[in-house]
DNA sequence: GTGAAAGCGCTAACAA
DNA sequence: TTGTTAGCGCTTTCAC
């Protein structure tokens, strides 16, 4: 066992009062006693105890986050950005790998809750109704990422609908006029649907039909976009170019490409999203719509901690595309 | 405010050792109050203050988790074994981003010490010796993954020297005689010279002499990998095969020669180490030599919840050859 | 089978 | 400037 703020009011002959105002940076006592007792603190190795702090303060500087994966390039981004703005502000991270299973994403809320998180941040996942119950009976301050919820809590993402918009002209711009989209999954109302939206409004604007058969789903999975990527060469002869609503689906288009002998950017231009290191690290280099992810994990325990103070609004966060070495322009 | 344990057992007339006991499955009351007593519970939607027991208990049952990056390929994975097998015993664990700073990482220790975690798992970095006198001093089990340090602290981690000389005899054994090596970081003596020693051995087994100029030296990173394919091959205009120390590396090789327009795998072979998720993306797929990353994280918790009943055994965890498509047999 | 009460390590009145 | 003391929400003797 270690020691005890008794220990080292004892040690330094002051009661536990001043050894904890002085801990603490309250006002309450002389610069001599403050010397003793942080002599007596250093010689002793006395660290607090914050679980004893926490159970009196209610706070214990702690977030929970829920993530669909942590090995998820995406993902792992955003944490990664969470980490370093929590690091800065004292805050310590629990993960919690949901599996985007819904039995699992409850047992963690409990846990979290039992355990006195600060606040909650949940990343890129559709937030569902017993989450939302849950997490408003337990009154914990959360932030949505990369999501977002029809209830009042605030989300920071990108707009998914103007980037991909944006994606899509940067394409025709370039003289693509049969572009192929591999979307996300099926029925995904927050970063599927509005995507494809997104596609048929850059289409319309230029006077293109939408079809049907140009657009294909996955599940923003490496193995997805291999078979998303056959099925849409299969339907369309005539492709040039193909949208895909990830780094990770890209890049299996990529694979699938390559197998197939098809040169890319040459017979077929690609355009990936998110801009992870997938991209960075693809052959050729990947094009992509870049979310600032890291940024967003920032921001995030930011807006979080700000939540404590009754504001509450949500953040639409610039996207950029990343040229690289998969689009080429072909004659108009 | 939540409702706490004396409220429940206000409104259950108990007394809160009853609402205490059935909560935690002892001994001591009639099966009609238990029931009473959990009907309340529900009713109220009660859960018990997690931090308020750990004050008593001396176990929190979290667990911290230091490693390099989260949004590293390499440690993501082990971090993702290392929370499922933490998720199905019931604790949480709390990740903690060192960014291989020393400072940075005494900063974590601390906090973990402070939050009184159950335990420390401390994820492929090399261990300082001031590491080692913290948490001796804080008196928590530790288990290091994919490192090893010279005090009896028990370790996780594939045979290095042995991985590698089973990646480079594969190669000798498809009739490739010279041989590059992208090593780790210079002077690191956990995962590079090892690795360095393995490669030697291979080649010495087969009677080719080793030459210095065929290693390279990385920093296991993509970018670092790039650099290196480009040194080795302009020092080397006979190489046939590269082995690469980490999968990054080898995708960074992989993205330097196509832009030099030299063929995977016909005109260089290559092979990494690590089996993550790049080697699956890599175009061509790579071969590489394969350790059960995720396993490893699974183990390290099972193992680090043991030490506290006293054992303390290592592990040597096995690697294995995942072959794709990056090696090619040349004729003898 | 059940309850009263002490106390885990700390903070925060309240006194002095 | 400093100390005493009452809790925070829970577990755990010890009585009954």
Do not use: W
């Given at each position: 066992?270690?020691?005890?703020?008794?220990?080292?009011?004892?040690?330094?002959?002051?009661?536990?009062?001043?050894?904890?105002?002085?801990?603490?940076?309250?006002?309450?006592?002389?610069?001599?006693?403050?010397?003793?007792?942080?002599?007596?603190?250093?010689?002793?190795?006395?660290?607090?105890?914050?679980?004893?702090?926490?159970?009196?303060n209610k706070k214990t500087k702690t977030l929970g986050v829920l993530l669909p994966a942590v090995s998820d390039t995406f993902a792992s981004v955003v944490l990664s950005?969470?980490?370093?703005?929590?690091?800065?502000?004292?805050?310590?991270?629990?993960?919690?790998?949901?599996?985007?299973?819904?039995?699992?994403?409850?047992?963690?809320?409990?846990?979290?809750?039992?355990?006195?998180?600060?606040?909650?941040?949940?990343?890129?996942?559709?937030?569902?109704?017993?989450?939302?119950?849950?997490?408003?009976?337990?009154?914990?301050?959360?932030?949505?990422?990369?999501?977002?919820?029809?209830?009042?809590?605030?989300?920071?993402?990108?707009?998914?609908?103007?980037?991909?918009?944006?994606?899509?002209?940067?394409?025709?711009?370039?003289?693509?006029?049969?572009?192929?989209?591999?979307?996300?999954?099926?029925?995904?109302?927050?970063?599927?649907?509005?995507?494809?939206?997104?596609?048929?409004?850059?289409?319309?604007?230029?006077?293109?039909?939408?079809?049907?058969?140009?657009?294909?789903?996955?599940?923003?999975?490496?193995?997805?976009?291999?078979?998303?990527?056959?099925?849409?060469?299969?339907?369309?002869?005539?492709?040039?170019?193909?949208?895909?609503?990830?780094?990770?689906?890209?890049?299996?288009?990529?694979?699938?490409?390559?197998?197939?002998?098809?040169?890319?950017?040459?017979?077929?231009?690609?355009?990936?999203?998110?801009?992870?290191?997938?991209?960075?690290?693809?052959?050729?280099?990947?094009?992509?719509?870049?979310?600032p992810l890291y940024e967003m994990g920032k921001n995030s325990v930011r807006m979080l901690l700000e939540l404590e103070e009754g504001k509450t609004e949500s953040m639409?966060?610039?996207?950029?595309?990343?040229?690289?070495?998969?689009?080429?322009?072909?004659?108009?």
């Amino acid at each position: 066992m270690s020691y005890t703020i008794k220990d080292v009011a004892k040690k330094a002959n002051v009661s536990v009062a001043t050894v904890s105002r002085i801990l603490n940076n309250l006002p309450g006592y002389s610069e001599k006693t403050k010397e003793k007792v942080l002599r007596v603190i250093a010689e002793m190795g006395y660290q607090p105890n914050a679980i004893a702090r926490g159970l009196i303060n209610k706070k214990t500087k702690t977030l929970g986050v829920l993530l669909p994966a942590v090995s998820d390039t995406f993902a792992s981004v955003v944490l990664s950005g969470i980490e370093d703005m929590a690091h800065d502000l004292d805050y310590s991270v629990m993960v919690c790998n949901t599996d985007k299973d819904g039995i699992r994403t409850m047992k963690y809320l409990q846990a979290l809750r039992e355990k006195q998180v600060d606040g909650i941040i949940f990343i890129s996942e559709f937030f569902k109704d017993e989450y939302y119950n849950a997490i408003t009976a337990m009154k914990l301050p959360i932030v949505l990422v990369s999501t977002k919820s029809p209830y009042d809590i605030p989300f920071i993402k990108v707009d998914d609908e103007k980037a991909v918009f944006d994606g899509v002209t940067y394409l025709l711009d370039r003289g693509h006029r049969s572009i192929g989209m591999i979307a996300g999954t099926k029925g995904d109302t927050i970063a599927t649907l509005p995507r494809i939206e997104g596609y048929k409004k850059a289409l319309k604007e230029q006077n293109i039909v939408f079809e049907t058969k140009k657009v294909v789903y996955g599940d923003f999975g490496f193995d997805s976009g291999i078979a998303a990527a056959e099925e849409l060469l299969e339907q369309n002869k005539d492709l040039t170019a193909i949208f895909c609503s990830s780094d990770e689906m890209a890049a299996g288009a990529l694979s699938y490409l390559y197998r197939m002998s098809i040169r890319v950017p040459d017979e077929i231009s690609l355009i990936g999203y998110d801009n992870t290191k997938v991209a960075e690290m693809a052959i050729p280099p990947l094009t992509t719509v870049g979310q600032p992810l890291y940024e967003m994990g920032k921001n995030s325990v930011r807006m979080l901690l700000e939540l404590e103070e009754g504001k509450t609004e949500s953040m639409i966060m610039p996207h950029k595309i990343a040229e690289r070495e998969t689009v080429k322009s072909i004659r108009k």
